[in-house]
């Protein structure tokens, strides 16, 4: 079975300071897709990217990166130069095929000025 | 183009009551989730259509039902409202199965559910 863990529940950091949320999933499939989402205090699920098992090239949006590890099941985020308004609750998610999303428990960060 | 609406936004209820909620996809999709999240759960999956068809289906006992509409807007039931099922109630839309990085699901603001 699937299984997502996010092992910080909670990350508290001063503005500006580099922040990564950790990520491991458990899969038995070859194809399967990743993805990481933010939930700020209004409640909805925003999607902030998707990766597919057979694309492990990692990628930097503007502060925002992702590195993908098969090796290590990891997909870990990270929010460079963190502001206030990056605090949420951050999901990852697993899905296998067209099946259901398996969520990780979520991390919350809390950017304090 | 307009995101994914629920409706209502906030619900109270009493035990043994019943619930509808609604969700209006994005338009162009045809598939629609819906996902349960709770502080001692976290975020669990409820069923899916597509095509007014239940595609898939999470482990919840059977007061917990669903349709979609032909213009893939959907609705979910929860019959004899338990105090457990107090919870921010979440829909998902997507294009649909086999369109690649289209099954991206986009979530709209949930429903928060109180069962006094």
């Known amino acids: 079975a699937q299984k997502v863990t996010q092992a910080q529940t909670e990350i508290s950091v001063v503005e500006k300071e580099d922040v990564t949320l950790d990520c491991v999933y458990e899969?038995?499939?070859?194809?399967?897709?990743l993805f990481w989402y933010k939930q700020p205090p209004s409640g909805e699920l925003v999607f902030l990217i998707r990766r597919n098992s057979f694309d492990e090239q990692n990628e930097i949006s503007g502060r925002y990166s992702w590195n993908f590890q098969k090796s290590t099941s990891s997909f870990n985020f990270t929010i460079t130069a963190s502001q206030v308004v990056d605090s949420a609750v951050y999901f990852c998610a697993h899905r296998r095929g067209a099946q259901k999303l398996v969520f990780g428990q979520g991390t919350r960060l809390t950017i304090n000025p | 183009k307009a995101g994914v609406t629920q409706t209502p936004r906030y619900l109270i209820k009493t035990r043994g009551q019943q619930v509808t909620l609604s969700c209006s996809p994005i338009?162009?999709?045809?598939?629609v989730s819906w996902y349960q999240q709770t502080p001692g759960q976290g975020l669990q999956f409820l069923f899916e259509y597509f095509s007014e068809t239940q595609r898939n289906k999470g482990n919840f006992p059977g007061r917990f039902s669903g349709r979609q509409f032909s213009n893939s807007r959907s609705e979910m039931n929860v019959s004899t409202l338990e105090l457990g099922d107090s919870a921010l109630y979440l829909c998902?839309?997507?294009?649909?199965?086999?369109?690649?990085?289209?099954?991206?699901?986009?979530f709209g603001p949930g429903t928060r559910l109180l069962v006094l």
């Open positions: 998902a839309s997507s294009t649909g199965p086999g369109t690649g990085r289209s099954e991206t699901q986009y």
């Open positions: 338009s162009g999709h045809r598939s």
């Open positions: 899969t038995r499939d070859t194809t399967y897709y």
